[in-house]
């Protein structure tokens, strides 16, 4: 189900025009069972059952994992490059996965400005296992099996939690 603006295709409804407030489904296929979603700025994304991931919305920083060719999808696409997903987060313009295995995955606009159109693994966590993600406007937060919780990215505002200004990628 989505409602709002829909300049982007967001609301996966099919076409990019003048949101709605009024609440209406997103058709995925009657085959597909979605257990878990995200929204950003102006991206969503849907986690199936089965470890699938669906992205649609702007793709104007990367975010949703599609090629540069693509700048939105105004109904849910797949996105096939990455292993079994258990969980997304959205930031305002990237996105992060974590799948079973507990290893994360990051793609859209970074910190610094870059800009990633494909997932790459966030190799500090190879040998971490990941238990949950999340993710704000232009920083990412994911939480260990140990209980440790990582923060990384913006904090002109203190949102990673250090006591600092300073953006950075940091252990809380």
């Avoid at 990019?16 to 878990?36: A, C, D, L, N």
């Avoid at 990237?94 to 970074?110: C, D, E, K, M, P």
């Amino acid at each position: 189900w989505s409602c709002g603006s829909n300049y982007n295709g967001e609301l996966g409804r099919g076409g990019v025009k003048e949101g709605s407030f009024t609440i209406y489904p997103v058709h995925i296929s009657s085959t597909v069972s979605i257990i878990q979603i995200s929204a950003g700025r102006s991206h969503s994304m849907a986690v199936s059952d089965d470890g699938r991931l669906f992205a649609w919305g702007s793709n104007s920083h990367g975010q949703l994992a599609m090629s540069t060719d693509v700048l939105n999808s105004d109904i849910p696409k797949r996105v096939p490059s990455l292993p079994e997903t258990v969980q997304v987060a959205c930031g305002a313009s990237h996105t992060v996965s974590l799948n079973g295995g507990g290893r994360v995955f990051i793609w859209g606009q970074q910190s610094d400005g870059r800009i990633r159109h494909s997932p790459a693994e966030i190799e500090i966590f190879i040998s971490i296992p990941v238990i949950r993600i999340s993710a704000g406007n232009l920083f990412t937060m994911v939480l260990t099996a140990s209980g440790t919780l990582f923060a990384w990215g913006k904090n002109d505002e203190g949102q990673l939690g250090d006591f600092t200004n300073r953006s950075a990628f940091a252990g809380i």
